[in-house]
């Protein structure tokens, strides 16, 4: 192995760790204005809402992008 294959491996490997940390960091900032927002509107001395699916079949209380399966019907 050459230097050169040395210093080009790690240039990747140190591209792939700072692009995970970006984008990590990206999500905790997008989805943590999402929670606070939500948590900024709901009642701070009851439990939290629980994710539930409406009438016309969206869901109700639940801020991620990703739905529970088998979630029960909004009363």
């Not at 050169?4 to 591209?15: E, I, K």
Request: hydrophobic share 35%; glycine share 8%; aromatic share 10%.
């Amino acid at each position: 192995m050459k230097l050169r294959d040395l210093a080009q491996g790690a240039s990747v490997f140190l591209g792939v760790i700072v692009a995970g940390y970006l984008s990590t960091t990206y999500v905790d900032q997008r989805f943590a204005s999402r929670e606070t927002t939500h948590a900024s509107s709901a009642p701070a001395s009851g439990p939290a809402p629980s994710a539930c699916v409406g009438e016309d079949g969206s869901w109700k209380n639940w801020p991620w992008p990703n739905v529970p399966a088998l979630s029960p019907k909004c009363r």
